[in-house]
């Protein structure tokens, strides 16, 4: 199970870490994936980063801005986004999988409900 929290609204240019906290024992073998999705658009990949912390890969939208870290003691990754652009504006969701998915949402076999990110200009 995983579990999103830290969003909320925020102004253009500044910032939010979310977080994602997950249930089982087994986390550190899961690649990790936040995506997002705007009302009336289809689920975009934001970043993703591996079981171990040494590859992180990130969308062009928000290279640059948002850094995605993970630790495996307390089971949880986070997504920090700085700079932020009412374009941003999305529910946020992890996801974990046990291969090296990236931005293939099939290859997901867990979800969590997802957070509000809502960005004023």
């Known amino acids: 199970q995983l579990l999103e ?30 995506f997002r999705q705007a009302p009336g658009k289809e689920r975009e990949f934001v970043g993703t980063i591996s079981a171990r912390s040494d590859t992180t890969i990130y969308a062009d939208s928000v290279k640059g801005r948002s850094t995605i870290s993970r630790d495996n003691a307390k089971n949880t990754v986070y997504l920090q ?33 997802g957070t509000q990110v809502s960005v004023s200009s």
């Open 5 to 34: 929290s830290g969003g909320g609204l925020v102004q253009a240019g500044g910032s939010l870490r979310l977080s994602c906290a997950a249930s089982g024992r087994a986390f550190g073998s899961y690649a990790m994936g936040w």
């Open 81 to 113: 986004m700085n700079n932020l652009k009412p374009e941003d504006t999305a529910v946020y969701y992890c996801a974990a999988s046990l291969i090296w998915a990236v931005n293939d949402t099939r290859r997901y076999m867990h979800w969590g409900q």
